[in-house]
């Protein structure tokens, strides 16, 4: 079973508009993590969060974090059509912090 | 510098037999994960190898094995295979010394057919 949830399981929008996919999750993390894969092929790793962190940024991407939520955010600024995709928020648990749990993913389409 | 390869691309087999699917990680990474990934559903842990010893493993039966070689490549075998089992199977490593905050680098994984 899926340890953590994104929502919303869909997103549509524009080019050039913003997409928030949210994460939550259940238990102690050491860190999160957001991956993308496009069309059921591998996964790409876009950013970590450490659980000591609230905020990262990478590019057009920010994130967030709320341990006291348990929740995270992945935000996309300026879409474009080659962001779609489906999102994957992962969290790292277990002894030593070494099982990783994914959502069930957002999948995002851009239309140009 | 190649990245995480896996073969076969696809397998299509029949209920009750077995399977193994292989994975090579990156150049100097040491732990190989592997996961399952059902028809529009997240990947789910099964098991993590690290030093050739099964390190975690997720909520898989017995059926589910895995092997760890010298060289750091790895196997997954599926033993009587079910219907169920049909999935997308994909391989992470990480960077030896990286630790739990190491990045995975997937492989493009292989598609698993159950008949």
């Known amino acids: 079973s899926q340890q953590g949830e994104e929502d919303p399981q869909a997103l549509s929008i524009q080019e050039g508009e913003n997409a928030t996919m949210n994460c939550s999750y259940k238990?102690?993390?050491?860190?999160l993590q957001w991956y993308r894969q496009n069309s059921g092929r591998g996964l790409v790793h876009l950013i970590l969060i450490r659980s000591n962190e609230r905020e990262k940024h990478s590019g057009r991407l920010r994130v967030t974090l709320d341990t006291s939520k348990k929740s995270s955010s992945l935000l996309i600024t300026a879409s474009r059509a080659a962001d779609t995709a489906s999102y994957f928020c992962a969290t790292a648990r277990g002894y030593n912090f070494n099982k990783f749990y994914f959502g069930s993913g957002t999948k995002l389409n851009v239309k140009p | 510098d190649a990245g995480v390869t896996q073969s076969p691309t696809h397998l299509i087999k029949t209920r009750g037999q077995q399977v193994t699917l292989r994975c090579s990680p990156k150049?100097?990474?040491?732990?190989v994960s592997w996961y399952q990934q059902a028809l529009g559903q997240g990947p789910q842990f099964i098991f993590q190898y690290y030093e050739e010893e099964e390190r975690q493993r997720g909520n898989f039966p017995d059926r589910f094995s895995g092997h760890q070689f010298p060289n750091y490549s790895s196997e997954l075998n599926v033993n009587a295979l079910l219907l169920g089992d049909s999935a997308l199977y994909l391989c992470a490593s990480r960077e030896a010394g990286s630790g739990n905050l190491g990045t995975q680098y997937f492989g493009p994984g292989t598609r698993l057919t159950v008949l």
């Open positions: 150049s100097g990474h040491d732990t």
């Open positions: 238990t102690s993390i050491n860190n």
